[in-house]
C-alpha cells in the first residue's frame, strides 16, 4: 500500500474512535495508524493499543504527552488567568491543541494524506482539532466521519460494531459523557442536558462533596517563579507531579466543581459540568501572588485580556498570531510575580492565609493608617481636583442648558 493511502486517527479505544477506525479503512481504503495521546486520562493504554490492532489498525503510536501539557499549556493559562465566562478553567479546550500538534507530527513522519478524529459536528472539540491541523500544516486533508457517514445515533453504532466484530463494553454505559485529563474531568450530554437537574453525588470522581470534606483545614504552600508555580511546602516537583499532588489535595477537601451553562463556539448553549482541584488551587493562589507583586496599571491591562486571551483558548486558536502576541504579553507581565503563597483549605473554600515575595510592591510604611513620613496627605486634594475637573466641567455645561 503506498504512503498516501495512509490516514492518522486520533484513537482513544471508545466505540466511536473504534468504529471510526474500521470505517475510514473501508471508506477510503486506506491504512489506518492509530495515534493515542496520554494527557493523564489514567487509563490502561496497553489495552487500547491491543483494542486498536484488533480493530485493524497498522500501526498505533502510545504518545505521553502529560508533561508538556502542564508545563506548554496548563502553567501558560494559569499565567494568564484565564477563565472562560468567568467559570470554565478551560481543562478540555487546553488539551485538544496538544494533541491535534502531534497527530500533525506524526501524519508527516509517516506521509499520510490525511488526519481524522472522533469529534461531533455539535461540539467545540472539531473546531480545536481541525483549526490546529491547518495551522501547523495547511495542506493536510481533514476527515470528520460524524459530518460524512449515515451512523446517526449511538444504537447504530453499536450495530456497526457488533456487525465488523468491534469489541463493545457489556458494562452499563453511564447516563452521560466524561473526558479526563490531568487538569481536570469534564461531563456533559445524558442526565446533564437537563440545567434543573443536579448532578448525583456518585458521578463525581476527582472531588469528596465540600459536605463530606474533613473538619480540619488543610494548609499548603505554593511557590512560584514568574508565574509558573515550582513547589508545594518546600519541595520542588515536575509540573505533571505538581498538578497531580494538588488534584488530590484539592479533591479530598472538596474544592474544584463547577457546574454551568456555557456558549460553545458552534453557537448553542451547553450545560457542563467539571472537576478541576489542582487548577482551582493554583488560579487562586497565582491571583493572591499578582496582587502583591504586579503594577497596577500593568495588572488592569492585563485583566483586559484574560476573556480575550480565554476565548481564544475554547474557539481553538492556540496556534494564532493573535495569541502568540497575547502570551508574550503576558509573560512580560509575569517577570516578578515570583514568591509563595499560603492557602488554607476547608470544605471547598479557599482562603488566602499569607503571601509574601522579594519583589513585593506592598510597603506597609506607606499603607499604613498611623503616622508616617513617605506619603503626605495634603497632596490628595490637588489630585482629586484634577480628576474631578472634567466632571465638574460637565455639570456646569448641563446647567446652562
Wanted: aromatic letters at 8%; charged letters at 25%.
Amino acid at each position: 500500500m503506498s504512503d498516501k493511502n495512509k490516514i492518522v486517527l486520533a484513537y482513544s479505544g471508545g466505540l466511536d474512535t473504534s468504529v471510526i477506525l474500521k470505517w475510514l479503512a473501508e471508506k477510503y481504503d486506506a491504512e489506518i495508524i492509530a495515534y493515542v495521546a496520554d494527557v493523564g486520562q489514567g487509563e490502561d493504554l496497553d489495552e487500547v493499543r491491543e483494542k486498536a490492532i484488533k480493530t485493524g489498525a497498522s500501526k498505533v503510536y502510545i504518545e505521553n504527552l502529560t508533561e508538556e501539557f502542564v508545563s506548554d499549556f496548563v502553567f501558560p493559562a494559569i499565567q494568564a488567568n484565564a477563565i472562560y465566562e468567568g467559570v470554565y478553567l478551560l481543562g478540555t479546550s487546553l488539551a485538544r491543541p496538544l494533541i491535534a500538534k502531534r497527530q500533525i507530527e506524526i501524519a508527516q513522519e509517516e506521509n499520510a494524506f490525511a488526519v481524522s478524529h472522533g469529534s461531533t459536528g455539535k461540539g467545540n472539540d472539531q473546531v480545536r482539532f481541525e483549526l490546529t491541523y491547518y495551522a501547523l500544516d495547511p495542506d493536510i486533508q481533514v476527515i470528520a466521519p460524524w459530518r460524512e457517514w449515515d451512523l446517526s445515533s449511538r444504537t447504530s453504532l453499536i450495530d456497526y460494531a457488533k456487525k465488523n466484530g468491534i469489541p463493545v463494553p457489556v458494562t452499563l454505559e453511564k447516563p452521560y459523557s466524561c473526558d479526563r485529563n490531568l487538569l481536570h474531568i469534564s461531563y456533559e450530554g445524558g442526565i446533564l442536558e437537563d440545567p434543573w437537574s443536579e448532578p448525583p453525588e456518585n458521578m463525581f470522581e476527582m472531588t469528596v462533596s465540600p459536605q463530606s470534606a474533613p473538619d480540619e483545614p488543610r494548609y499548603v504552600d505554593i511557590d512560584f517563579e514568574k508565574g509558573i508555580p515550582t513547589k508545594i511546602d518546600g519541595k520542588e516537583l515536575k509540573p505533571s507531579e505538581l498538578l497531580d499532588t494538588l488534584n488530590k489535595i484539592g479533591g479530598a477537601n472538596g474544592v474544584g466543581r463547577v457546574d454551568l451553562v456555557e456558549n460553545r463556539f458552534v453557537g448553542m448553549k451547553s450545560r457542563g459540568v467539571y472537576e478541576t482541584p489542582g487548577g482551582t488551587i493554583l488560579h487562586v493562589a497565582h491571583r493572591a501572588l499578582e496582587s502583591l507583586t504586579m503594577d497596577r496599571e500593568v495588572m488592569h491591562l492585563r485583566d483586559s485580556l484574560i476573556p480575550k486571551i480565554s476565548e481564544l483558548i475554547y474557539y481553538g486558536f492556540w496556534y494564532s498570531p493573535e495569541m502568540d502576541m497575547l502570551r508574550a504579553a503576558v509573560e512580560e507581565s509575569q517577570k516578578n510575580v515570583t514568591g509563595t503563597v499560603k492557602l488554607k483549605i476547608y470544605k471547598g473554600n479557599l482562603i488566602i492565609a499569607g503571601r509574601r515575595s522579594p519583589y513585593s510592591l506592598y510597603q506597609e510604611d506607606l499603607a499604613t493608617f498611623e503616622a508616617d513620613s513617605i506619603y503626605n496627605q495634603a497632596d490628595a486634594t490637588g489630585f482629586i481636583k484634577l480628576n474631578a475637573l472634567r466632571l465638574s466641567v460637565q455639570k456646569r455645561i448641563d446647567k446652562k442648558r
